[in-house]
């Protein structure tokens, strides 16, 4: 199975400001790349599919990048609803497999 | 308007058997796969399995052994049921739908709310 390595494990940033969250995954997975937002109590979202296409409805604030075996989401102008689990899947191969997530608080 | 809804027990005895209902709308089971994705509480995202578009199927490695997803299609159903169940079973069992009708992964667009399930006894 793929292995995807997710980075921070937690993260605390002020509103504004631009922060960013990293995956590895431990073979290329050719931007079969996926990133979540789940906020507490609440199911997953799509926010990026394809490693950098923006899900319908999604804030411009959010973007993916990246290539190979490292990808990253940045999200800009941080927003008070922006707090939440966020998790990179990653679909290239079989099993899909999921980040271990980064929890997003606002300082 | 797509829309995914899990229905099933919230609490199961260990190695008793888990049931679970996703009733689809906005879109037809035999136009898009749908997945079962799991959650333990307050940890990371499991995928469990899928039904393809066709009815096939493909299964976690690891829960393979106790795992089976049927559906019915005149009711835009997708079943998952899992036996033996223990208690690091204990968690919420998603139904999604994958963003993309070829046949191959692809993103999950659209999620249900998620039922949790509790394996005690």
């Known amino acids: 199975d793929i292995q995807m390595t997710q980075s921070p494990a937690s993260l605390s940033a002020s509103l504004g400001e631009t922060v960013t969250i990293e995956c590895r995954a431990s073979e290329d997975i050719y931007n079969g790349l996926a990133w979540y937002q789940q906020k507490p109590g609440k199911s997953p979202q799509l926010l990026i599919y394809?490693?950098?296409s923006l899900h319908t409805g999604v804030p411009s604030r959010f973007s993916g990048s990246g290539s190979g075996t490292q990808y990253s989401l940045k999200i800009n102008s941080l927003q008070s609803e922006d707090v939440a689990s966020y998790f990179c899947?990653?679909?290239?191969?079989?099993?899909?497999?999921f980040g271990s997530g980064t929890k997003l608080e606002i300082k | 308007q797509v829309r995914l809804k899990e229905s099933g027990p919230r609490l199961v005895q260990p190695s008793q058997t888990l049931s679970v209902t996703c009733t689809v709308s906005?879109?037809?089971?035999?136009?898009?796969?749908v997945s079962w994705v799991r959650q333990p509480p307050g940890k990371g995202l499991e995928w469990v399995g899928a039904?393809?578009?066709?009815?096939?199927?493909d299964y976690n490695s690891a829960l393979k052994s106790r795992l089976s997803i049927s559906r019915d299609t005149s009711k835009n159903q997708v079943f998952l049921k899992m036996n033996s169940l223990q208690t690091d079973d204990t968690g919420t069992y998603y139904c999604?739908?994958?963003?993309?009708?070829?046949?191959?992964?692809?993103?999950?667009?659209?999620w249900g709310q998620g039922v949790m399930v509790t394996v005690s006894s």
């Open positions: 999604a739908k994958h963003a993309q009708a070829y046949y191959g992964y692809s993103a999950f667009d659209y």
């Open positions: 899947q990653q679909y290239y191969n079989y099993p899909p497999t």
């Open positions: 039904i393809w578009k066709g009815g096939s199927t």
């Open positions: 394809n490693a950098n």
């Open positions: 906005g879109f037809s089971v035999t136009s898009y796969h």
